[in-house]
């Protein structure tokens, strides 16, 4: 703290600590200023003192001008599932990181802080407003005011370390393998929020074929090394092709993506691009691409002398999301 020496009277605040009302009620019971405490709440005990100046130069710490104070943030029966807090101070927020990061809550935080990531590549995004979300898991996700996608993310089961330095919330997330660490360094927090959230409902995925042809478009080995697609949705007489490959004997093959079970109706729309083309005097491959078959399309597929490649719809979706994490590593 600088005063000047010209200056009668200065006064400052000291953070003592925090204490979790209700998480440790021995500590509660027994500390040293005697006061009386709410049961349940997040408390902040700060020294208020003020400093004066005589005029022989020398500098008094009165006892009249000593007074503890005790702030409750956060007053709550159900503390250990949700804490929430509006612009709080950072001694205030540090400790709500460290009662939601040891027992696992989900905690949203929005204020003003810059990003650095270090890893695989080197990123950095100066101080700006942003969203923070670190869930039980571990998973997190910082987003900027705009935009769909997080600016940065570090997977589940990521590790966290917070701290104060330099007037500064400092929040470290990183992971051992492959080793990577974003820093988020907070001037201020604007809402900070832990809550103990539940969700045990099953995730059903609904896709499309589009999907699937993106995938493979991308990464056409998924379904056959050396597969060169020439052409997506090529329309002939019979329909429309999915896509349009050449293998590596230089044979056209016809592929046909199905996001569910393929039935017979299926092999057949195959089978009659596959005998189109071939009138030409091509030779021609015809694969259907799909989860699974009926028996009954399997028999016709055997007997109509065309291939079956399973896949399922979550090798096409790891694939998108593997080259999402490539780009990521590319504009870091």
Known sequence: MLFSAHSLETSSSIFLGSYVLGKRPTCIKSHPFGLELP??????????????HSPQGHINLESQYLKVTLRIVYSDRNLSSRITLEKPSLEESLEVFKLGISNRRTI?????CRIDYFGRGHSELDYGDRVVMI??????????????????????GSM????????????????????????????????????SLKDDASFRLYTSEEVM???????????????????????????????????????????????????????????????ELRAGGSEVRGVLVA?????????????????????????????????RERLRFQTS
Request: net charge positive; hydrophobic share 40%.
């Open 213 to 275: 042809k993106k995938a493979f478009i991308k990464r056409p080995e998924i379904v056959e090394k050396g597969l060169r697609v020439v052409s997506e949705e090529k329309k002939i007489k019979s329909g429309l092709v999915d896509c349009l490959c050449v293998d590596l004997n230089g044979r056209i093959v016809v592929l046909e993506f199905k996001r569910n079970r393929a039935g017979v109706d299926a092999v057949e729309q195959l089978s009659n691009y596959v005998q």
């Open 39 to 52: 049961q349940f709440g997040l408390a902040v005990l700060e020294l208020n003192f003020t400093l004066t």
């Open 160 to 195: 966290y370390r917070v701290y104060i330095e330099n007037g500064n919330l400092i929040v470290e997330a990183y992971r051992r393998s492959p080793e990577e660490k974003i820093i988020m360094t907070f001037k201020r927090i604007l809402f900070l929020t832990s809550l």
């Open 108 to 112: 949203i935080v929005v204020g003003e």
């Open 135 to 156: 869930k039980s898991d571990g998973a997190l996700m910082i987003h900027r005011p705009f935009g769909l996608e997080p600016v940065n993310w570090q997977p589940l």
């Open 291 to 323: 989860p699974s078959l009926t028996r009954e399309a399997y028999d016709k597929l055997k007997s109509l002398k065309l291939e079956f490649k399973r896949l399922s719809v979550e090798k096409f979706i790891e694939v998108l999301e593997s080259i």
